[in-house]
C-alpha cells in the first residue's frame, strides 16, 4: 500500500545518494525543506571504520578499491556539513607532496605543500569511508526521506506555461512522487538527465582505466606520484594503513592507470605476481618492489558535459553534468563544489523567500561552476593529447616545458593553490 499523496510531496528530491548527492542532502539538512535522495542501491546501515578494513596489529589491511584525492576546499564544505571529523575517525591519508615526471624523458615538477605554507595538499580517502559518514550524517535528519532501492522510470517536468509547476517523478514501484527542484546526482550515465532532455557533448578517451590496491617495499612518505607515458598515465595515491604515522603504515597505495582498451585487457590477464613486475617497471621501481596486489577493477574512461545545467525545476551536478579524466583526481571535488554552490543558492533564495527552484537561481548556479567545470575539462584534455603526441620535437618541448614550469615557481605556486580550491 503506497503511502498518501503528501507524503509523496517534496521541496527538494535529489536522484543519486553517492558522495555528491549526499552531500548536497547534508547541506539541506537543516534549512527546514522536506527532501528526499533516491538510490538504486540501498542505504548501508552507518559504521565506524571503511569497508574490509582491518584493526588487528598483525592483520594486513584491504582498503576500499575506489578512493578520492580530496582537495582542502572540499574538505572545508564537507566540515561545514558536519561530516569531516566522522571521515577522519575512521581513516584517511594525508599527502604532502606530488611528483609528475614524464616517462619518455627528463622533465619533471614537484609540487609541496611546504612552497605555499601549507600543511598539505590534500587528503586520499576511501570513497566508503566518505559515503558512511554522509549516511550516517543523513540518518539523523529528520527532514530527509530515504528511499532505496528505487529506480526511476519516468518524469514530468513543469509546462513552459507553468514553470512554477512541480516536477512529476515516477519510480518503478508505481510510486509518483513530486518536488519543486529535481537534483540529478545519479552519476556520468544520469536517468534524470536523459528522461529529462539535457544534451551533452561527449567523447571516448580511448583508455581503460585499471584500479586496485599495491603494498610496496618502501614507504610512500606522503607523496603521490605519477608518470605521463604515451601509453598512458599512472597514478599512486598514498594511503595510510593506520593511524600511527610510522613509515612501516605508509606503504600501501591505490594505484590507477588509464591505458589503451587492449593494454588494458592483457594486464587485467596477468596474474598478481606478473602484474606487480609490470607495475614496478611503469612506475621505474620508484617505492620499490611491488610486494602484494589486491583484486583490479577496470573499466572504460568517456568525457562527457551537459551543454546546460538547468531547466526550469532541475538541476544537474556531479558526474550528471560533467565527467572527467581522472588523471588529476579532480571528478569528486568539482561534484562537491557544484553542491556546495547549488546549496549555497537554494539557501539564499529561501532566507529571501524566493522561489529556490526558479530558473533565475538555478542558473546563479551555473554560471557559478560550468566555467570552472569547463576550464579544469579542457585543461585536463589539454595534458592528455599533449602525452600521447609522439613526434620527437613535441616530446622535447614538453619536457622543457615542465622542466621550465618547475623552476618558475610563482605560476607552480598558483597552479597548485587552484588545484586545491583555495586560490
Known sequence: MHASSAENEFDVVIVGGGMVGASLACALADSGLRLAVLDSQPFAAPDTAPANSHTGPSAEPTFDPRVSAITPASQQFLTEIGVWDSIAAQRLSPYTDMHVWDGDGTGSIHFSAADIHADLLGHIIENSAILAALQQRLGGSNNITLLAPVSLTGLTPPASAAPEAPVQITLADGRCLSTRL??????????????????????????????????????????????????????????????????????????VWSVLPEVAQELMALDDAAFARELQAAIENRLGRIES??????????????HSYVQHGI?????????????????????????????????????????????????????????????????????????????????????????????????????????????
Open 182 to 255: 529535481l537534483v540529478a546526482a545519479d552519476g556520468a550515465n544520469s536517468t534524470v538527465r536523459e528522461l529529462a532532455g539535457f544534451q551533452t557533448r561527449e567523447w571516448d578517451y580511448q583508455h581503460h582505466a585499471i584500479v586496485t590496491t599495491v603494498r610496496t617495499a618502501l614507504p610512500h612518505r606522503q607523496t603521490a606520484i605519477q608518470r605521463f607515458m604515451d601509453a598512458g598515465v599512472l597514478a599512486f595515491l598514498p594511503l595510510r594503513a593506520n593511524p600511527v604515522r610510522s613509515l612501516d603504515g605508509q606503504r600501501h597505495c591505490s594505484i
Open 293 to 306: 596486489v589486491d583484486k583490479r577493477y577496470s573499466f572504460p574512461l568517456r568525457q562527457r558535459h551537459a
Open 315 to 423: 538541476a544537474l551536478i556531479g558526474d550528471a553534468a560533467h565527467t572527467i579524466h581522472p588523471l588529476a583526481g579532480q571528478g569528486v571535488n568539482l561534484g562537491l563544489q557544484d553542491a556546495s554552490a547549488l546549496a549555497e543558492e537554494i539557501l539564499r533564495a529561501v532566507s529571501k523567500e524566493r522561489d529556490f527552484a526558479d530558473l533565475r537561481t538555478l542558473r546563479r548556479y551555473q554560471r557559478r561552476r560550468i566555467g570552472h567545470n569547463l576550464g579544469m575539462m579542457w585543461m585536463m584534455e589539454g595534458f592528455k593529447r599533449l602525452f600521447a603526441e609522439q613526434p620527437l620535437a613535441v616530446r622535447w618541448m614538453r619536457n622543457a616545458g615542465m622542466a621550465g614550469l618547475d623552476k618558475t615557481v610563482l605560476l607552480k605556486n598558483h597552479i597548485m593553490r587552484s588545484a586545491m580550491g583555495i586560490d
